[in-house]
């Protein structure tokens, strides 16, 4: 089955600077890849995501860039901002089969003012 | 429905006392998952749902947990004697699933399980 690596699990950095979270994949038949934000005590929420027949996605201050050949897929997060600390998980999605979606292990944020 | 919905939302129970925990997915959604989130960690993986089946139970973590799914809907996990160790957030999720580059998942506020 999929096997999905994140990386750092823990990121801070200044209000204003750019955060960029990285994640891996092993099936290379994946074409979906989410992105959810979960505040604290609050539900995971999707915030963009990215489909295997483009290679890069902005929305706002996010972007999300996908590179198929290596199997790897970031978020990118520009001025960031002290509502932007929260955890960060990818996820990939397998194709065909039971269409299972694997989280990464998710990527806790801080944003220091 | 107009969201994934879970109850309870809170239990504490007692160790070695069973503990069932509902969730009701989005009307359609015909995938549907549990995972655990222990304070601070990440999205522990249960069980996975496809209607009423349930290809990849491999998250599990004993035979003391066991979840069904009726109708295509509705999902229950169940926590046999129950232990600390369990005390977590239990999250329910479910998505369409009907092309795989459309697989959003939405998830409902959770269940949080004290074992006391």
Redesign the interface.
Known sequence: GENVEQHPSTLSVQEGDSAVIKCTYSDSASNYFPWYKQELGKRPQLIIDIRSNVGEKKDQRIAVTLNKTAKHFSLHITETQPEDSAVYFCAATELGGYQKVTFGTGTKLQVIP | GAGVSQSPSNKVTEKGKDVELRCDPISGHT?L?WYRQSLG???E?LI?F?GNSA??KSGLPSDRFSAERTGGSVSTLTIQRTQQEDSAVY?CAS?L?LR???????????SWLTVV
């Open positions: 995938a998952y960690q990440g999205l993986f996975y496809q290809p990849d999250l998505s699933a795989s580059d459309r697989n959003t998942i939405y998830f409902g506020e959770g």
